[in-house]
């Protein structure tokens, strides 16, 4: 509707795809669960940042979604939350393997991003575990035979652990790949896509990015279908 459009230009948010819903621009407005909007609550969180009130909706309707959006944006919530519904809906068994998978390119990102889900997803009882490389694989193992619903994970340590056949991604239907050019500029291409691979091609992938050169345009048009673009800001 008209106030969607305005908030979207008034927040630099463009979007490009077919049948887009309206921002939620408050969290009163989001129908998300009332565990969940507890936390953002008790963050004092006053409103969802433009990335998550136009990505949230989108990202509920089950579509594959690539985000470009600079750092600090919140992007964080904005794939988590929605990842935390599709687990409550799909309701699998944890000791099978993880239903939400999130690549992140170093330990230090997705350590911020495990206790970001392991923050706004203990009230709904959702349990994260975070694989990285520099440090033992034992206790990562031990953590992950004791069944997990989302793993954060480098794509260096999670390939090493899909070679050992120590966890299985068969149930994997949510995948995140944040920071992806920076994964690019890492080198973790070659990883990221043996890893995709082992994820059934049934399942919806978020990529956030805060670049779109052709290397990220290349990896989204292989390992996404039919995403819907959100930009937020002149990032090009
Ligand atoms: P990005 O991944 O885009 O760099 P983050 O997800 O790390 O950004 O979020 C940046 C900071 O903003 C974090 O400290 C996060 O807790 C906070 N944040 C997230 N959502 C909101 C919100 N709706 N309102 C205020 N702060 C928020
Ligand atoms: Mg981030």
């Known amino acids: 509707g008209l106030s969607g459009e305005s908030y979207r230009r008034r927040h630099e948010i463009t979007v490009t795809g077919d049948n887009i819903p309206p921002p939620l621009t408050s969290f009163d407005s989001t129908g998300l669960p009332l565990e969940i909007l507890r936390e953002v609550h008790n963050a004092g969180f006053p409103a969802p940042t433009p990335i998550q009130a136009q990505s949230w909706p989108i990202a509920l309707q089950g579509r594959d979604i690539v985000a470009i959006a600079k750092t600090g944006s919140g992007k964080t919530l904005g794939y988590l939350i929605p990842g935390f519904i599709?687990?409550?809906r799909?309701?699998?068994?944890?000791?099978?393997?993880?239903?939400?998978?999130?690549l992140s390119p170093t330990r230090e990102l997705a350590t911020q991003i495990q206790v970001e889900a392991i923050k706004f997803g203990k009230s709904s009882r959702i349990s994260c575990t975070c694989?990285?490389?520099?440090?033992p694989k034992g206790p990562q193992l031990k953590d992950l035979d004791r069944g997990v619903d989302v793993v954060v994970a480098t794509p260096g340590r999670l390939n090493d652990?899909?070679?050992?056949?120590?966890?299985s991604l068969n149930q994997v239907s949510y995948l995140v790949l944040d920071e992806a050019d920076r994964m690019l500029d890492m080198g973790f291409e070659p990883q990221i896509r043996k890893?995709?691979?082992?994820?059934?091609?049934?399942?919806?992938?978020?990529m956030y990015t805060a670049t779109w050169p052709k290397e990220v345009r290349k990896?989204?048009?292989?390992?996404?279908?039919?995403?819907?673009?959100?930009?937020?800001?002149?990032?090009?």
Not at 161 to 167: A, F, H, P, Q, S
Not at 195 to 206: D, G
Request: aromatic share 2%.
């Open 86 to 88: 599709h687990l409550k």
């Open 131 to 135: 694989l990285y490389g520099g440090a």
């Open 219 to 236: 990896i989204a048009a292989d390992l996404l279908v039919n995403p819907v673009q959100v930009n937020i800001g002149n990032v090009d």
């Open 161 to 167: 652990i899909l070679e050992m056949r120590r966890v």
């Open 90 to 102: 799909r309701r699998n068994n944890p000791h099978l393997g993880p239903t939400v998978l999130v």
């Open 195 to 206: 890893i995709v691979k082992e994820v059934p091609t049934r399942r919806q992938t978020l």
